[in-house]
């Protein structure tokens, strides 16, 4: 059995999976994370690089650049031209990142789950009660990005930015373990619901969840210095537009992204939790013309 095989095996218990990855201190270590790998020491980068390739499946063959100065700029690498397809049917809305599809299905009295069992309200994760009304007998779909995937996320559809707002908090692992043991995960993690409308007029929103050693969520367009947790909590008005698979922002590491739509909006045909999706693949279908 080789290393990397045996650490797996190891790291798959939950017990063990469950104290290392949240029994420890974990904002100091989201903040070490933040600072380490950032260092572009050459033998500093080799020796992360090295390391994190071995515990994730890391696939670069996508990546704009194939040499990183550091650990942190492999993590957010952009995609070189034409690595993802963005399905160009207008009644569909795409993935907005590559991912692991988690739990979706119907709103259900303003009430959704992390995982069978565990319900949490759109409410608490939007931070809103008003904001969440918009959603009542809608959709929702999570979408888990490991710690190997493509970090940055993009536009479903041609759309306008509202509004973005930003609720500090924990960096709970976003793993599908500590999603069975911890109650309402995604509304205690830091995270940044963005409001937006589609051409149609339809209402949609992202929110980005954050996590342990990735509580940093980057909005360029928003802020291009520094990320949302730089601007403190509250809302932040936008009229930023993009297009239909145009970049939008990405994390540091990791994480999740819910995607909230309306009643007449359901996730496409096929659509079973645990699947791994691709940017730009069909995600959502509305009858009518989104733009």
Not at 16 to 40: D, Q, V
Not at 165 to 181: C, E, F, M, Q
Not at 232 to 252: C, D, N, T
Request: proline share 7%.
């Amino acid at each position: 059995m080789s290393l990397r095989s045996a650490m797996l095996r190891i790291a798959a218990q939950e017990d063990i999976n469950f104290l290392l990855t949240n029994r420890i201190p974990r904002y100091a270590a989201t903040r070490f994370m933040g600072w380490f790998s950032k260092l572009e020491n050459p033998a500093v980068r080799t020796a992360s690089i090295a390391l994190w390739r071995l515990f994730c499946d890391v696939d670069l063959t996508d990546a704009a650049e194939k040499r990183f100065r550091s650990l942190h700029q492999a993590f957010i690498r952009p995609l070189r031209p034409g690595a993802r397809s963005v399905a160009a049917d207008p009644q569909l809305l795409v993935s907005p990142s590559d991912g692991i599809v988690g739990a979706h299905g119907r709103i259900a009295d303003g009430q959704v789950f992390q995982v069978k069992g565990f319900p949490y309200a759109i409410a608490d994760l939007l931070g809103s009660a008003a904001e969440a009304e918009t959603w009542r007998d809608g959709w929702f779909v999570t979408l888990r990005l490991t710690a190997g995937m493509y970090h940055r996320f993009h536009a479903p559809h041609d759309l306008t930015v509202e509004q973005v707002r930003y609720i500090s908090g924990d960096t709970w692992n976003v793993n599908p373990i500590a999603l069975k043991r911890i109650e309402r995960l995604f509304c205690k993690n830091e995270r940044a619901p963005i409001t937006a409308r589609l051409a149609g007029g339809q209402q949609i929103a992202l929110v980005p969840v954050a996590a342990i050693l990735v509580a940093s969520i980057r909005l360029p367009w928003l802020d291009p210095d520094r990320n949302v947790r730089a601007g403190r909590e509250g809302v932040r008005p936008s009229s930023a537009r993009f297009a239909k698979g145009e970049e939008m922002g990405w994390f540091e590491h990791g994480s999740t992204i819910v995607v909230l739509s309306p009643a007449d909006c359901p996730p496409v045909e096929g659509l079973v939790e645990g699947q791994a999706i691709r940017m730009g693949e069909p995600l959502l279908r509305c009858p009518d013309p989104l733009a």
